[in-house]
């Protein structure tokens, strides 16, 4: 099936700096990639919506100017969190959809941040 | 607004017994369901789907039928395994204009399987 690949799995970083996540589709090409974040026990919150060649679409409540996002490609998107404090820890998730009709999706593994 | 409601766990089984998790929905169209599975630590697998009413997804012994007159796509497995705990969500696609896909998840609901 497809394969959808995350990286990092887990990173530390300390306050006020910016983190990286990148999210590739390696065996198909993905115009749209949707980025998520999990708390711990909780569900999963859509973040934003990231459309390769044009701007991302954030949910509400979510900082664009933190959660800075780029499609680079039809394979790639990246996820950077800007400036970096504690209550950014999280698990981030990204995917892709595909298949027919767009009826699928495949996740990446999933970031760990943890903000220092 | 699309929505999905899944019984909250967490759910304790021992080895070899049944699993029921429901899941209800709410949805303005047509929407494909599904159920994914997070084992600790890693990301979301899907676990089986299905597109249309009465339609049955069916993945590792695990089943769940797309019942329309319900609302409903209740996961089932005969027999767990110590292998089976994990964190299972329930979700529904909603195709919305050319080209755009989103899921909609339940708030999930922890399994965990005893010897």
């Known amino acids: 099936g497809a394969v959808v690949s995350q990286h990092p799995s887990w990173v530390i970083c300390k306050s006020g700096t910016s983190v990286k996540i990148e999210c590739r589709s390696l065996?198909?090409?993905?115009?749209?990639m949707f980025w998520y974040r999990q708390f711990p026990k909780q569900s999963l919150m859509l973040m934003a919506t990231?459309?390769?060649?044009?701007?991302?679409?954030?949910e509400q409540g979510v900082e664009k100017d933190k959660f800075l996002i780029n499609h680079a490609s039809l394979t790639l998107s990246t996820l950077t969190v800007t400036s970096a404090h504690p209550e950014d820890s999280s698990f981030y998730i990204c995917?892709?959809?595909?298949?027919?009709?767009?009826?699928?999706?495949?996740f990446g593994q999933g970031t760990r941040l943890t903000v220092v | 607004g699309n929505s999905v409601t899944q019984m909250e766990g967490p759910v304790t089984l021992s080895e070899e017994a049944f699993l029921t998790i429901n899941c209800t929905y709410t949805?303005?169209?047509?929407?494909?369901l599904f159920w994914y599975v997070q084992y600790p630590g890693e990301g979301l697998q899907l676990l089986l789907k299905?597109?249309?009413?009465?339609d049955k997804g069916s993945n590792k012994g695990f089943e769940a039928t797309y019942r329309k007159e319900t609302t409903s796509f209740h996961l089932e497995k005969g027999s767990v395994q110590v292998s089976d705990s994990a964190v299972y969500f329930c979700?529904?696609?909603?195709?919305?204009?050319?080209?755009?896909?989103?899921?909609?998840f339940g708030k999930g609901t922890k399994l965990s399987v005893i010897p």
């Open positions: 065996d198909f090409q993905a115009t749209t």
């Open positions: 990231s459309n390769e060649g044009s701007k991302a679409t954030y």
């Open positions: 949805a303005t169209g047509y929407p494909s």
């Open positions: 995917s892709a959809p595909t298949g027919q009709m767009n009826t699928e999706a495949f």
């Open positions: 299905a597109t249309k009413a009465d």
């Open positions: 979700a529904l696609s909603d195709p919305t204009g050319a080209g755009s896909y989103q899921l909609t």
